[in-house]
Structure formats: structure tokens, C-alpha cells
């Protein structure tokens, strides 16, 4: 018998209650910050081969960073914003540049 009080709507409460308390995972900004050696042409091909972004927003993105000093490349769950800081930094050292990339706590 399927009705109230059953352990089938027991069951049923205690899993749309455990979804309810199942809380989405933290974000966190990935940034590139501006320095005097990488070239422009350099962030922006990080910014369309790691970020994955247009040309056309890679070069916004780049132009943030060099005239703000810092560019917003994208908002991810930590696992992912941790690799794409690994990601960037391994290539830029492999090529010579000293780009520097961070992650910050969405808030």
C-alpha cells in the first residue's frame, strides 16, 4: 500500500529532504594579472586555447589585463579553476613567460 505514513512516503520525504540540504559547490574566479615580458598575443591565445574563449572575447579579456592589471577569464567549481591555474602556468613557463594566474572565492 502506497499513502501517507507508508515507508514508502518516508523514504520519499527523506530523499527530497537530503536533496534540499545538498548545497551547489563554491566557485572561484580564475584571473590573469598583467606583467611587463608576456606578450598581448600570448594571453590572448591562452585565453582561446585553455579558456576556450572567441577571439573576440580572449582580446577583451586581454585588454582588461593590460590596462587594469587583471582580466576575469571565467567562474568554475574548484577542481576546475585549480587546473586551468595549472594549466595556464605550465604553458606560460614552458614558453618563457612569467604570466601570472589566480583563483579567488566567488562570493
Do not use: W
Amino acid at each position: 500500500m502506497v499513502g501517507p505514513g507508508t515507508e514508502f512516503e518516508q523514504s520519499l520525504e527523506e530523499l527530497i529532504k537530503g536533496a534540499e540540504e545538498t548545497k551547489e559547490p563554491s566557485l572561484y574566479k580564475v584571473l590573469l594579472h598583467n606583467d611587463d615580458y608576456t606578450t598581448m598575443d600570448f594571453v590572448v591565445e591562452v585565453l582561446v586555447t585553455i579558456f576556450h574563449k572567441s577571439l573576440e572575447d580572449a582580446t577583451q579579456i586581454m585588454l582588461s589585463v593590460h590596462r587594469r592589471g587583471v582580466g576575469l577569464c571565467g567562474i568554475y567549481p574548484y577542481d576546475v579553476a585549480e587546473s586551468k591555474v595549472d594549466a595556464v602556468t605550465l604553458h606560460a613557463r614552458s614558453h618563457g613567460f612569467p604570466l601570472r594566474t589566480t583563483m579567488e572565492k566567488e562570493s
